[in-house]
């Protein structure tokens, strides 16, 4: 049990470089001559082309360009789908932007001692149609071992914070409270 996640990340690692160096390893084979090629330049060129991309996002022109790219993924049936759930998941992971995750609470359901433990999302409803908030909150509940949940808008009275940081309270919900392990 001890070396499966080390394994697994290894795999994943040696997946990632393997994928890279086909994909990118096959183009540079097209234009120069076998004899020349280096194993592990495919690797570099992607790791070139992705810092690239990165930077030339930064221009307006580029910038303007790319969201009209995810502006008709988000207009086409089908890929607007995968393309969108795609797209939260990566927002998820990203360290730059604020996380929507504001702090971490517990909240009792039923009346008889049963806690589940959530993220709070939203505070603000004024911008929301036909949703009373005055008073409430949403509250994101994760579903242990997979990416799934519910959000939930309850009074605020019912929330009580929990003083664990969000990457703990991640960790140990999304390990069906296993992980004891502080990050």
Known sequence: MAI???AITLYILFWFVRMT???FGGMIRAVIPDRFYITGMG???GLLIIMGIGLLLRLYVFKKLFVRIET???TLPIIKSIYGSIHDLMSFFDSSKKKEFSKVVSIELVENGCLLMGFVTREDFESLPNLDGKDKVAVYLPMSYQLGGYTIFVDKSKVKPVEMSIEEAMRFVFTAAV???KT
Request: proline share 7%.
């Open 4 to 6: 499966i996640p080390i």
């Open 21 to 23: 160096e086909n994909a």
């Open 43 to 45: 690797v570099v060129a």
């Open 72 to 74: 008709m993924f988000d």
């Open 179 to 181: 992980s004891t392990k």
